[in-house]
Structure formats: C-alpha cells, structure tokens
C-alpha cells in the first residue's frame, strides 16, 4: 500500500478501540483468516495486556508505527489487504472471555456512532438527504422530514445562528408598495437623474437611458420602428418633452430687445423682434450666439414665445432651449444683462399640509436609520408630492435680476409640461380628449382654494366672453383635415377640465368626424388668418394660478373612489364645481417647410400645462390611440424632415463638439472589443477618421487648395473685384471685415467690455456654419440642373438669382473661407447611407460613365496600404522583450526613432489611423466634400438618404465645374467599403 492510502486508513482507523493484539508468530493459516483465529493462550495473555493498556491514542500510534513498518510487506489485491507474508499470529485462540469481547465491541460500536452523528460539513439536515427526497418545503417544514431525522433538525432550528433574523415592518410586499415609501424611494434615487412625471410609465415600457441629467426613454422594447412611422404619418405619435428647459425673461420691453438683439443676426431669420411674435400670436425659433460674434461662437437654436400684452410696460418671454444648451445660453443672457446672483436662495414651499409633512418626514428618518450603509440616508429629500417635481437642489439658485434694468431671469424648468403630438389627427385627439372648463361662478367647498382664481375670473365678463371664444375656435380645429393648415407657430391659450373624467372605458383609437369637415368661413378665416391675438392669452403664464391649480388636484384614489360610488358602471362621471380647472397653452408645429416634396409632413401640436398634471393628462392620450415615442423617434422625425437635430448637427456649438467626443469615444470601444479579423481596416480602405469628422480639417485644407490654385481658379484676390461685388450681393462691407486667418471680425466694439470680462463658456472653433437665408437660397438655385432630363421646373431664372461668376464666387470665398453647409442627399440607386460617410465629388469619367449606363453603380476606391502593420508588429514584439529584459528595450528604443516619434505605444491600434491626419481632401482617389451625420434608408421617400455637412469652398469649386446637366450630382462612401455610390446634393432652405 501506498504512503497517502497508508495515511488515509490511520485517518479512518483513528477512532477505533484497542481490543486485540495478535502475536507474531507465524501459524498453520495464512491471508486473512488469521486475524480472526488466534490462539486460546494469546488471547489470555491478551486479556492481560487489554486490562493494564488503556484504548487511547498510545495504542494507536504503536499501531500505526507497526502498521507502517510492514506496509512493504503486503501485497495489493482486490480488497486491497491481502496475500503476502504476515507479520501477526497465524494461529487460533484457545478460548475467548466474553466479558472483554463485549467490553471491546462496545467500544467500537461507541465509535462508530459517534462517527456517523458527528457533521463533517455546514450542511443541514434536509441538505444530506438523497436528491430524490429533496424537497423545498422541508427548509421551513420539519414535519415534512423523515422521523428519524425531524428531532435532530428540530434542534438546528432552534440554534440562534439558523434562526430568521426579526423581519422590519416594511417587509412585506404590500408595505413596500405604499404611496409613502415608494415617493421617498423614488425620490432618493432622483439625485443624480431627474425623472420625468410619466417616467415610471417609461420605464415599463421603454429602454431607458441616462443624458443631460435625466432618465428619459430612448426606445420602445417592442418593435414598432414602422408602426411610429406610421403614426407620425397617418394618425397621431406623441412624446413627452418636458425635459426641455424654459427661461423666463421678465422685464420693460424695449431693455430685453435691445441686449436680445446682441446675440441674434436678422441674417439668419427670424428674430426677437419680430412683429407676429412679438404680439404672442406665434411662436418664433431661431439660433443664438455670443454677444456680437455672429457668425461665430455659436450657442445653439432656441424656441420662444411671448406673453400677449395686458396694457402694462411689463412683458414676459419664454425661452425654450435645450438641456445641453441650458448653461452656455442661460451664462450669456446673464451676462448681456448684467443679472447678479440673489442674495436669498430660493427655497421651494412644501406642497403638502402640516400634519402629513411631519408624518413624511418621520418615514424619511426611519428609512435613514434602517438603510445604515447608505451615507446619504440622513441628506434624504423631504417627501414631494408629485414624481418628477423640480429640477434643481433647493438650495440652487432660480432666478437672477438685474440691478441695472429690473429684468429678471427665471428658471422655471419642469415647472411647465410639454408634451408634442405628431401626425395629421393630432387635433381630433386633443378635441376627443379636452373639453372646455365649465363656467363657474361660486365656490364648491369654502374650505379649501380650489378653483377660486376661475371664480373670480367667470364673475368679469370680458375674461368670460374670451373664453367662449377660445372654446369656439378649439371647436373649429375639429374640422381641419391637418395641423399643417393652421398658420405656422399658431398659438392658442385655452382653459380645460379634468381630462381624467372624460376617460373611455377601454382603449379607442380617434376618428375625425367628416361631417365637421366642412369649408365655411369660420374654417377659412382661421387657417388664413390664424387665431386672434387675445385668443392666445393663458392662465399658465400666472405663477400663482399654476401653483393653486398644482396643489389643489385631486387625487387618482379619490377619483377612483367617486367612480366606483356611480350607479351605472362606466358612466360619465361628474364632479360639478369640485372639478378641477387647468390652464393650458396649445403651440402649433409646422412640420416639413423646406424643399417642395412632402409639404406639411410631420405637424402636430405642442401641449403646456402646470406641473403635477402630467400623468392626468397622458393616461387619456393613450386611451385616444395615439403612440408613444422617445429619443430615436425624435431623431427619425427631425431626419425626415431634413432639419438639424439637437445637439447632434451642431458641430460649431460646444453641445455639438461635446455630442461627437462621447459618440467617437463609445465607437472606438466598440471597435477595439472586436477582434482584428472581425472588424473593418480602415487604413486600408482609405477611411482618415471613421468615428468623428474632422470638420476643421476639412474646412483648412480647402481653404489651402484655394489658395495654392492661384490664378488658375475663379478665386483670384482682387480687391476690387471683391468691392464690387459685395455691394451687388448685399454684404454689409461697412460692418465685416475680413481677417488674415479667413474670420470675420466686426468693427462695431459697442457692448463688447461686458463680455469681456466674463470667462468665456464656449470653445472657439475654426470653422463656422453657413446660416445666411439669402446665401443658402443662392446656393440652393445653383445646386438644381439647368439643362438636359434632370432639370427642376423651379429655374435659376425663375428664382431671380444670379449666375455662377467670379465676381459673384468671389467675395462669399472671402467672406467665408472656413465655412460649412447643411445639406440634403439622395441616393440615386441602391444602398444606404451611414453615419459618417464620405461625401466626394466626382470625376468627369464618372459622370461621363453615368451618361452612358444609369445604371452604373459607380467607381471603387484602390485599397491602400496599411503603414502601421509593421510598427505595431515592432511594438508587439518589444513588449514580449519587456518582460525578460527591461533594461535592453530602453537601449532599443533610444535607437529607433520612428517609433519614439509616431508611436507612444498606446496610440497604435491596427486598423485606425494613428497621430495628425494628413490632407483628408486629397487622401483618396475622389476629393473629399464633406461629411454624412444621419443616413438610413427613407421610409417617407422610398430610397437612401443623408443628412450632412460640405465645405462651403469645395461646394462652390464643385458646382462651377460641374457641366450644367450634371450639377449637384456627388458621390457616398460608407467608411467601411470601398463603393463609391452617386447621390443628388440639395440645399433645402
């Protein structure tokens, strides 16, 4: 027997008594036998040794030693003791005292069931069972043991280690699910990101994502990419954008237009000043910039509306922007109007009574105590009433005024709802759902404050005769076939009743009613005229009305409970005065205006009512039918309507450059979790940059081409070609200037030591985007084909602009040499543009070869050499070198320069592009134009299609050497293929 069998068996021999000791003299028998048949006379002398020896370890260790002295002895066999030369008694025992064999039986017996009671593991005692007599109910049940082993697991049930700690009073499921806790507990995890009032609704049905510090849906998780399509096309598709942020301007009205004036440009618009939406008539939108440095510095699009006048100096303006813009836009209007921070915080005032805020505020203690490991348990946010109530820590700031002026600027962020309906029946949603208030002249309870603003409004006859006539034109939206009717930007101020009242008993999907479709006048008057300017006055604009109408809701259980006390089940339930009265805006919006293909698409409506409401609002929206979408069906509506989406086509904004740092940094992850033989090589198929679009670049090197082409190209610098002509094409010489870098500076310093002095928020970048009505509309003229099949009806004569000459190219290269232009593509073929594909221009043997074959798919770009496979071999052998020698690969180092050079080691990833870029516009066989931000195929136009940006300068060279059939026509490659695919380039403006 072996060493580990030998040591194994004393292991188990450990326990057994000291009995018998058997002589060494051999015998007639031999094996095994002998151990049972001893002598007669060794067996007395063996009483003796048996009753002056004790059975304890001595013996056993004398045993173990004569054990392992003849361990070499015995031979192996099946029983693993046999055969072999013995060193024990052959011979049988004479005879045998009972008295000592029962004594030593005993002893073993004792032994042996000590052995067997005694646990060799943590396991319980249904754990030791066979699996087939396992059963769940036996952990908690010991009846449902076998007896034999219920007394025994009885007493490990009554062990204090085994016992169930003392369940807390919150531990049930029900318990957990009260109102109370569940707002303290949705409250705590609101901290870092702000919920949405229908977040929970989101959450179930949504892919939730976390930006711009909120939690907001990004996708539904059932698969409706078409169904949202259709919806925005044929019925109604809505979506909560109440995490836009509203600025509230409160001030005399000539002080607020003459700062706002510093950070628009007519140029581009539409302005503050305009006079339909100064009168609060229409809602305006339009892109901002730092104070004075238009075109440059720019801080992003914004929506705004004005409140009506009411005959005082006072005015109010609402600014919607962004909440990636929120910073740079809200740090530039304090500092034109020289706003100071409030000496008093403000601090919001509790919503709920006395009495239930000191019960509140015991659950947020006892919650804190119980949840010890958690360090904020004791900075615990007071109960709120409502889900999703405020955006900011009560002690920041809210609103800022100015000692200068008295104009005031608020935040007043997820205190006004928003929420969109898309799609050509939104209006017969909003008439199925919203019914006017009431009048409502006496109180419904003395007690309490509900709705005691209306009261007191419904006793003055004009407030009353307005709201009639709101009612009246609310009525008349119900007989247009599509919001796009309406006059753009139509705003329509309007006071409902609970919309919870009015809910159906099972899910309907709104149907307009043809008969109401009718073209009488009042119909005709109002989408020609638009709504009147009284008629766009709302209680919403009233802080304090929001306030009571938010406080004095009434609750989802009480009305749940008046519903259940009605005598017909699913009747109409009214509540009389007891309803409440809400005040809401209603903002048209009019969907596709641009280019002359689907006009209109994509309108709908824009909801604002005060806070708390929300879910009382939404619940009845989905019941009419409608379809809820999140981010990705706002991407999808902005790309089919080819408008800039927020803040991902803003490059020159620092939202925009934030936006493309986070999307290269999550694609080049992406790229280097793959394999090298799964992912794409983009040295080799001549891609420079594949996860971000080096927009500087692009803009320098065109601008250096321009420059080394010389006299040989229509940009020859003429001063007084540029003189001339500027004057002709309406640049303002006597406020531009042009700089040595190619940027335009203004003369007029007025304003400027305010912004000076404040730490700039915004970096600068090199290039800027074209925003100019009057040049892109010259643009979009010379991009159509004036001759052969492809000519547009709308000709360059027809529009009335000029003609592609030097003295007309002239001064816009100078003006902007660094300038980028949005821009539509169309696929003239098959594939599918994607993000960051390379716009090119063509050659003339592709346009050549296009004229002989349409259906030419188009050229394909040689593989390139990868110049990086061998430095990245080098650094992978130096670094298996690393680890035997250290010293040797600083010596090896020293002497290679080029990796000393290029390569830091990390910088290195086969298949990228590593250090500068070179000349991205000549790296590849077709000039580089520009860039693709959003492509995938077009369900509204039936074929690929792209969103992106073109050098302004390459457009320009482009088109005046495009023959004049073929103009606008360019090139798409996806950055991993080599195809070249043509595709027609539109300015839509």
Known sequence: MSGSKEKKRAKKMRNQPANVTLSAEPGPFSGGGNRACSTLGDVRSEQQNFSNQSSGPSYRKDQYISRGQNRGERGRGRGGWQGGSQSVSEEMPKYVTVS??????????????????????????????????????MSHNVKRLPRRLQEMARKEAEKAVHQKKEQSKTKCRKARRRHIHLVVEFNRRQRKNIWLETHIWHAKRFHMVKKWGYCLGNSPTEKCYRACYRAMTKHCLLQDLSYYCCLELTGRENELLKQLSRICSMDTGLTFEEACCLSGRFEGSLDLYQADRYPEAMLGPVT??????????????WIWVHPALKQDILGELKAIFQCSEPEEICIPEPVTPSVQEEKQKDVVQSLGKRRKEDKEGEKAVPVKKIIGDGTRDPLQACFWISPATGIMISDRSMEILRYRLIGPLAHCVLTDTLKAAALQTEMANSETELNNWWVENCKDS?????????????????????????????????????????????KTKAIPDFEKYQDNDKVRQLYLEGVPADCAHSFIWDQDICKNVTETKISEQDINQMRAQLLVPGSHLDLGPSESKIPILLVQQPGKMAGEDRPGWGSGWDLYLPKGWGMAFWIPFIYRGVRVGGLQEALKHSEYQRTPHTPNDFPDCRAGMQFAKELEADLREKFKRRPPAKRANYVKLGTLSPFICPWGQLTKNWEGRMKAAGGHSFCESKAEVVKAASSETGELEETMEVSSEGALKTKDDTGTHDVGERDETVTASDFIVLRSEK?????????YPTAGRDRRVRLVSRLGQKQMAEDVLLPILMSYPRALVWVKLSLLGKGNPELHAMICIPTEDDLLQLSKDRLYCGPQEPRHQDIFKHKIRKLKEEKKKKKKTTKALEDELASIPDIETTDRHEDLVLGLWSGA??????????????????????LAAGCGEALGFVSLTGLLWMLHQQPAARKGLVLLRTPASLQYRFARLNIEV
Request: charged fraction near 20%.
């Open 100 to 137: 000592a064999f029962a004594q030593a039986r005993a002893a073993e017996i004792k032994a042996m069931l000590k052995a067997v009671s005694q646990k060799s593991s943590n396991s319980l005692v249904f754990q030791t069972l066979p699996r087939h007599m396992r059963r769940r109910a």
């Open 304 to 317: 705004f509306i004005w409140k009506p006048r009411d005959g005082s100096e006072n005015r109010q303006l």
């Open 462 to 506: 004009d407030r009353v005769s307005l709201h009639q006539r709101q009612s009246a034109i609310f009525e008349l939206l119900e007989g247009l076939s599509s919001p796009s009717q309406m006059p753009p930007g139509t705003i329509l101020g309007l006071t409902v009743g609970d919309p919870r009242v009015n809910l159906p008993k099972k």
């Open 775 to 783: 040049l892109l509309q010259q643009l979009a003229a010379w991009c």
């Open 917 to 938: 870029l070179p000349d991205v516009t000549s790296h590849c066989s077709r000039t580089l134009l520009g860039y693709v931000t959003r492509g995938d195929f077009s």
